[in-house]
Each structure stands twice: as C-alpha cells, then as structure tokens.
C-alpha cells in the first residue's frame, strides 16, 4: 500500500443554493473550491488563512462531519464512496481536535465518560481493558488520573485541550485533523501544548493536518504548509519555502503583516483591501482587487496551481520571483 | 444540595413550597383521614354553613360532607394535573428534541404540524378532544396533556437547536455515537433542567385547565369529587349558600398560586442566566472602599495611577484581580499593557474610569489620576462627565459594543448630540467625517450601514469613530485587534499609531501579543497575577528582560522565520488570584527561585527608566 494516508481530489462545497418553492435561485456560497492536495505519512500540513477562507469548512469535510458538494477525500486509500457510514466508519483512522476545547466536551459528563466513549463506539472494548487504555491516554496527554471524576468546568484551557487531544487519541487513528488548536490558549500553555503535540507525533507516528490563522505558530510545527484564500488553495509547499520566499502576493502581505518583535508597522496596503462578498464572488483572481500586481487577467480568469520548484506551487500570473 | 437551598432561600418560593406540600400530605393521607364519606348523601342536612356541627366546612346541596369532598377532589385535581403535566412534558419534549437534531425537513414537518394545533384556541381544542372522546375524568386529562404538547415541544426545540449545534455534539459523532445514542447521552442531560423550570411552571395551568374542564361538565362525572366539578355544582347556588363554591375556589386559589410561586423559584435556581445574576444591575460607576489615598505625585503624567486594587467579592471569597498596580502615562505616549488571560490587565483598564461592574467589583486602594484629578474620587455624574471626553475605551469586539439595530452613522450622531448641542444634520456630517478620519472607504455610505453589514475591520474602524468623537486625552484599548485577521490588524494598529501622534493622544494598549506591542508602544508593563512584574522602554524590555517571566513568556511566542524547532514552554499554570501565595506569584513556576523569593512581598524596583519586581533579576549576577 502505497496510498498517502489522506489525499483531497477537486474537493468543494457549496452552502446553500437550490431553488425556493416559487422557483428562485437561492443564494449560494462556495465555501471550498476545487481543493487538491495530499499528506505523506508522518507529515504535518499546515493549513494556513483568514476568517472566511474555508479552513474550518475543510477541516470538517476531512472529518466526515460535513458531507463534501463534489470531490473525493481518501483516507489510507479508501475513498469517500467506501466510507459510507460517516464518523463512525472511519473514526478509528482519522480524528478531529477542536479549536474551543472546553465547549467540546460535554458539561455534564466526567473526564472518564467522555474519554470512554470512541473506546466503547469505535472499538467496542470491555472495561477492564478500557480502563487500561485510558490511564495509558492520560499519561501521554501529562495528565494526572485522579482528574478522571470530574467535570469540564474545574478545567482550564489548557488542561481541557489535553482532554480533547486524549479523546482523539483514544481510538489510535493515524491522522489528527487539528483545528486552530491552541489559538484560545495564551502564549505559555500554547507552547505546552504545541510541544505536546510533536512529542506525540514522534512517538505514535501520527500525521497531522494543522489548521491556524497564525503563521509562525504553523511555521513552528509543520513541514509543509498550504496557504488558503478565499476558498482556494493559493501556495503550496516546504513551509521554510513558503514563508522565506513566497510565491503568491498574498502570502507574501500575510507574512509581512503578521506582527513580530523588531519590525515596523506595515502601512502599504490601502485602506479599502477587504474580501470580497462571499455571495457575489468576483470573476478572475480573489485577490486581484488586493493586489499590488493584478491586471485584467487576473480580474478575469481564476489562475490555475503552478509548479514553481518540485515543492512549490501557487496559483498567480504573476508570482514573486 | 445547593438548588435546593436557592429555591428556599426565596422567600416566596418557600412559601408556595410549604404550602403545596402541606395540601399534598394531607391529600394523600385522604384515606386514613377520620373525615366523612365524601359520596354519603344526607338530604336532610343539605347546605350546611361552614363550622356546623359535624360539618367543618359545611355540606352542599345533597348534604355531602364539603370538607371530605374537598381534600377527595384534591387529591383527584393535583393527580390529574400533575399527570398530565408529565404526559404532555414526554411527548412534547420528545417532539421538540427530535425536531431540533435532526433539523431540516423533519424540524419543517413536524413543527408545522405543530404550529396547526396552536393555531386552535387551547379551550374550543380541549372541548374538541373530549367531544370526540366523550365525557369523563380521564378523557379530560389526554385533552389537557395534549393541547399543552406544543407548548413543550416548541420550547425544548429551541434549545435542542442551540444544543445540537454546540462542539460536543461534534465531538460524540466523532466518538461513533448514532443520532439516538446522542439524543439520550449528550442532548437530554443538558435539556432536562429546562424540561424540568417548564413543566414547573406549567402544572398549575394543568390543574387550572382540568377544573375548567370539569366545571363544564366535561371532566369528573358525578358523584365523584374533583375541584372544577365542585365549583361547577357550587356555582347554580352562588346566591344561596355561596360557600359551597367559596371553598373549592380558595383550594384551587392556593393550589395554583402556590405551583406558579414554587415554579418561579425552581426556574430562578436552575436557569444559568438568572443564577449568574442577570437579573442584578450593576451600580452606575465602580464601588470604591479605600482607607487613604496616596499622595499626588508630581510630573508631566496626564494619567497617573498608583497602587490601585480592585477585588472581586464573590460570596466569601475575594479575587484579588489587580494588586497595587501604577503606571503612567503622558500626553502622545503608549503604554503598553501585556499580560496573559487573568493577569488583571482588563480589569486595571476597566477601574480607571470606574467600569467595573459592581456587585462583585470592588476598588480596595490606590488613587488614578486624570490631569491631576482623582476619577475614584468622583460622582457618578462627575466620571460620566469625563467618560468619553477625557478618557475613551476600544473594546476588543466591536459587534458587542455596537447596537445591532441601529445604522452605524445613527449611533456616532447619538453620541455627539449627547455631549453638544447640535442639529441632527450637523450631527449626521459630523459623523461621516469621523469614518473618513478613521479611513473608512466611502463613508458617506458606509454610515448608513448597520454594524453587522460591516467587516470586523471597518466595525473596529467605527469603534476608533466613536471613541474619538469628543477628542479624549487618553484613549484606553483593550485587545482591539485580537478578533481581526493579521492583515487587518495591521491596518487598524498603523491607524492607532497614526491618530495618536497627529492628535497627541495618550494610548494605554491592552494586549496579549508582544509583537503588536513591539510595534506600536513606547514603553510597556507586563502584568502577572494583577501586578506589574516589570515595566520600562519597550525595546529595552524585549531585548533584555529583566524578570524571568518576561523572559520566558518572550521565548514562549513563536517567531515567524524561525524553522521548525521545540518552543520553550511555561510549565505550571498562574495561581488564582484568591489564593495567591505571599510572595513572588511567580515562584512556583520560576526556576530560579529562593528562599527570599516565597518569604514576602517582593517589591517593584526602579532603576532608570525601568522597574523590576524581583529578587534576582536576569543579567545580574
């Protein structure tokens, strides 16, 4: 089996649309569009862009929590049509760790129902042996067994998003689908919980796919990173590429934005750059109205993915050379 | 336990609790009671008055015992209620939690099924139920259940929605959980408490429902006893022996009043909104109890604060949420405010003009002076006064600080006519060129706009807007970028920059993020537990950390060109700061600490243009 462990195909998805009673069109709103990539075994993805550029909506399509609008998601060589029963069908490969960890976990249930609960669905083990596998959870996530009664409330963030990391884990899948993990947690817990989840990606040979708005926390982490706008793929590639040399012009504003210590404020972009109306999307490039390099081509016509080095691909006319 | 002890600690609930119980009891105890057959006719003393011998309540008009007929009917009325307050709970609540996950057509079809019984007044419905049924106790008590169905069902739907679309319902379908298995172990725990205030609040309309059933005829058939068919029977001699109508109208009187009382508590206790205090309206400005006040400092500081402290009096604990905190700040200066969630830099920014919410917030010391005048010393008239034309706040998410239903340039005009006398044109212009100021493309437009039309970057334009509406000196910002996209943020933090040192304005920026206030502040204050640990020149501060938590906190935050590597972490958590420890609060997470670090207070050491407050800071041997 040669098969990545997760590969996307043509993925989109449309919220929305159809027709109402009378026969008008509703409005429609492509959240994903044409998404194609793949992850090596043992591999971090970073997932990088803004509010609205359909990070989450992918995050949950990978998970099966959404059902894709067209295109194939294949999981260890199993395609969208063969996993029929959703979650539940696939958990035991692939799973989801939520952004907001405390409002996953259910408030009026113990830290022991919530982690027995893929271990009873997913693989049915008795409860000698799932008494077993959680004090082994525990002690991968760093925490202590007596938290087992409780509830989610005495929890802060941190301790909740290793709760959240040990019911992932519970069902042993190869992948984690990390969904903005720590971008509710401040700086000090972040780093725990950011070197946890390395620790853990050497030790069980997980591979992960890490979704955040912030790009030198997915710098830190991943080896490859594809940078989204507006709900498409615009560069791909080795994350010290991606950011030290960027491709696409909007990479390039995301990075000089980000702020950091020892640089100035950015003022070149004008007052006016904003998305566009996901409703009434712009025909071309979506970020031709940003960019300091568009011209009527790009207002156009959608510029397709360009290989640029054997790792490095974007999709512009007019890429940063 | 402690539900419990809130519903009796209302008065008026732990009366209807009293009540209610002591009818129950003695309704129950019916059979053992020595009282009359309630059935056993006696023509000859028909219409007794009340306290007649033999009689304690008098007979009616066939000389049955109205005393033993009273706690018969009773018994029958609150069974019958209560009965078909838990029917109409089941099968309601079941309908209203199907609805609700599942969405979609099966949510459309059934609530409009739904929406069609309610459609129908619940007493022609009723009548319409028992009509096909026929007359008779039981058929009355499946016609209340059933008219009071939607009532549950469209109640419980509504929070099913709300809970069906929360993470952990994510989470257990993540887990294998199937529909059925998440409606039983994830929806119902989190609905039953709202199953529980509704049903609460509704059987005395059950009862009331039932003895209007009754009272038509409709109900209990002679000669048993129930409450509405007593104040049926009563009624026809209203003018003779008015007292054979009286008594069963009190008991269903305390009965309902006592359920409705009892209910009231119950939902009060249970409902989260209500228990956190929504109810409690916090006091126009900040509770202020201190013992002195510290001596004005002399300066050039336009804001000048000195060891202020504002606790938290939550029942008998009390968060120290700030500490003894000073700083100032001068005319065209930014100070910035860094500190992670809990550190009290929030708070600190919130005390300055008295904005703590009060109850819990207490300001216990220190002195914040504005130009040399004491704002914790001043009316609640006086700080309304300089709110907004001295001192103006940006929040961090200015969809919940703007008015969801008013256009933006309405709400900027509002606040100008508020502090001067202008016309509502002048007004109106007044606030396009204010949107203008803050670089809002097309403002002329953009202000008829209502907030939620806008981006987060131009609502936090419209933020800036109003703050700067009657020129502050000092504009305090509290995470105003956190919620917005870094390329956003970017532009909002060139614009904070730009309006301060064309207006000259003193900006106290609150922020978690070192880059940002690397970028944009003179000098900084990093907060740990609700005290400033170290303050001094921006620059200085980040290159060469005095404070250890300075130090790590800095290593802690990823630098984007860094490569992949292992971030150095904080092991430990901060304390609670209702238990905090006596001396340094970082200590138990320091690696360098001493005996003299956990011994006392560790004091805030200038030395130039900064301060540090620690025993053994970094770079000194």
């Given at each position: ?321 | ?306 060891s202020l402290q504002t606790d ?7 968060y120290k949420a700030v500490g003894g905190v ?18 009290g830099?929030?708070?600190t ?15 216990t010391g220190g ?160 907060m740990?537990a609700g005290r400033v ?44 700061v209702?238990?905090l420890?006596?001396?340094?609060a ?15 207070q ?20």
């Amino acid at each position: 089996m040669n098969a990545p462990p997760l590969s996307v195909m043509n993925l989109e998805k449309t919220f929305g649309g159809g027709r109402t009673l009378l026969g008008q069109v509703k409005p429609s709103v492509h959240a994903v569009q044409d998404m194609t990539f793949s992850v090596e075994p043992g591999e971090t993805l970073g997932i990088v862009g803004e509010s609205g550029c359909g990070k989450s909506t992918l995050a949950r399509m990978l998970v099966g929590l959404l059902p894709p609008t067209s295109g194939d998601i294949e999981i260890e060589g199993t395609t969208m049509s063969e996993r029929a029963g959703g979650p539940a069908d696939f958990g035991r490969q692939i799973q989801y760790v939520f952004q907001d960890s405390l409002s996953s976990l259910n408030p009026r249930k113990t830290i022991r129902q919530i982690l027995e609960a893929p271990l009873i669905h997913l693989l049915g083990m008795d409860a000698a042996t799932r008494r077993a596998r959680i004090a082994e959870l525990l002690d991968a996530v760093n925490l202590r067994p007596e938290f087992l009664n409780r509830f989610p409330h005495e929890f802060s963030g941190g301790q909740a998003q290793r709760i959240g990391l040990a019911r992932a884990l519970a069902a042993s899948p190869r992948i984690l689908v990390l969904d903005e993990p720590v971008s509710a947690l401040d700086v000090s817990v972040q780093a725990q919980i950011l070197n946890l989840l390395s620790e853990l990606r050497k030790v069980l040979n997980l591979t992960y796919v890490f979704i955040s708005h912030d790009l030198a926390v997915v710098e830190a982490v991943s080896d490859r990173v594809a940078v989204l706008y507006f709900g498409r793929i615009v560069e791909l590639g080795r994350a010290e590429c991606v950011f030290s040399t960027p491709k696409h012009p909007y990479t390039d504003l995301l990075s000089r934005s980000a702020p950091s210590v020892g640089r100035p404020l950015l003022r070149t972009e004008a007052a006016a750059s904003e998305l566009p109306d996901p409703l009434h999307p712009p025909p071309g490039c979506a970020f031709a109205a940003r960019c300091p390099r568009a011209d009527d081509l790009c207002r156009s016509a959608t510029p397709e993915m360009n290989q640029h080095t054997e790792t490095h691909e974007a999709a512009c006319y007019h890429p940063i050379d | 336990m402690v539900t419990l002890r809130l519903i009796l600690r209302n008065r008026l609930a732990a009366f209807g609790a009293f009540v209610l119980l002591a009818v129950a009891v003695i309704s129950l105890l019916a059979p053992l009671l020595p009282i009359a057959d309630p059935d056993l006719t006696a023509p000859a003393n028909r219409l007794k008055l009340p306290f007649s011998e033999g009689a304690l309540l008098g007979t009616d008009h066939l000389g049955r015992d109205l005393l033993s007929r009273l706690i018969w009917g009773t018994r029958l009325s609150l069974f019958v209620g209560i009965a078909a307050a838990v029917i109409a709970a089941v099968i309601g609540s079941a309908i209203g939690i199907v609805a609700g996950f599942y969405g979609g057509r099966t949510d459309g079809v059934i609530m409009r099924g739904i929406d069609m019984l309610m459609a129908f007044p619940y007493i022609l419905l009723a009548l319409a139920i028992v009509a096909v049924l026929g007359p008779g106790l039981l058929n009355a008590l499946y016609a209340v259940a059933a008219v009071n169905i939607p009532f549950f069902a469209r109640n419980i739907r509504g929070v099913t929605v709300s809970i069906a679309h929360r993470e952990f319902v994510d989470a257990a379908k993540l887990a294998g959980m199937n529909g059925p298995r998440i409606i039983v172990s994830e929806i119902l725990p989190n609905v039953l408490p709202v199953i529980v205030i509704t049903m609460s609040t509704t059987i005395g309309w059950m009862i009331l429902e039932t003895a209007g059933l009754s009272f038509l005829g409709l109900g209990s058939q002679p000669p048993q006893a129930d409450l509405g068919s007593m104040l049926g029977e009563g009624r026809k001699l209203l003018i003779t022996a008015p007292h054979a109508s009286i008594v069963p109208g009190l008991m269903i009187f305390a009965i309902v009043m006592s359920v409705n009382l009892l209910g009231d508590g119950i939902r009060d206790a249970l409902d989260p909104r209500l228990r956190s205090g929504a109810l409690s309206r916090p006091a126009a400005a900040t509770l202020v109890e201190r013992s002195d006040i510290p001596e004005r400092q002399a300066g050039d500081a336009l804001l000048d604060v000195q060891s202020l402290q504002t606790d938290f009096q939550v029942g008998k604990r009390t968060y120290k949420a700030v500490g003894g905190v000073s700083f100032h700040v001068k005319p065209g200066e930014c100070l910035g405010i860094i500190g992670e969630s809990g550190s009290g830099k929030s708070v600190t920014a919130l005390s300055l003009a008295g904005l703590v919410a009060s109850p819990p917030g207490v300001i216990t010391g220190g002195a914040v002076r504005m130009g040399g005048e004491d704002t914790l010393s001043m009316t609640g008239d006086e700080l309304r006064h300089i709110r907004g034309k001295r001192i103006a706040y940006i929040f961090q998410d200015p969809l919940t600080t703007l008015h969801p239903l008013y256009r933006v340039g309405d709400q900027l005009s509002e606040a100008i006519r508020c502090h001067r006398p202008v016309s509502r044109q002048d007004a109106w212009e007044h606030a396009v060129s204010l949107l203008e100021q803050v670089r809002i493309p097309n403002a002329a437009s953009r202000a008829k706009a209502y907030p939620h039309e806008l981006s987060g970057g131009m609502r936090q334009r419209v933020g800036i807007a109003l703050a700067l509406i009657n020129e502050p000196e000092i504009i305090v910002a509290d995470e105003p970028t956190t919620a917005l996209d870094v390329t956003v943020q970017a532009q909002v933090l060139a614009l904070l920059d730009d309006l301060r040192r064309e207006r000259n304005l003193a900006l106290l920026f609150i922020t978690h993020d070192f880059g940002v206030v690397a970028q944009l502040c003179d000098r900084v204050a990093v907060m740990y537990a609700g005290r400033v640990v170290e303050t001094g020149p921006t620059a200085d501060v980040l290159a060469n950390p005095f404070h250890p938590y300075t130090r790590r906190l800095i290593d802690c935050v990823p630098e984007l060109g860094g490569g992949r590597r292992i971030l150095s972490a904080i092991p430990g958590l901060p304390p609670a700061v209702d238990d905090l420890p006596a001396g340094c609060a970082f200590a138990p997470r320091c690696d360098k600490v001493s005996d003299a670090c956990t011994a006392s207070q560790v004091a805030l050491i200038p030395s130039g243009a900064r301060a540090v407050r620690c025993v053994a800071p970094e770079g000194r041997p």
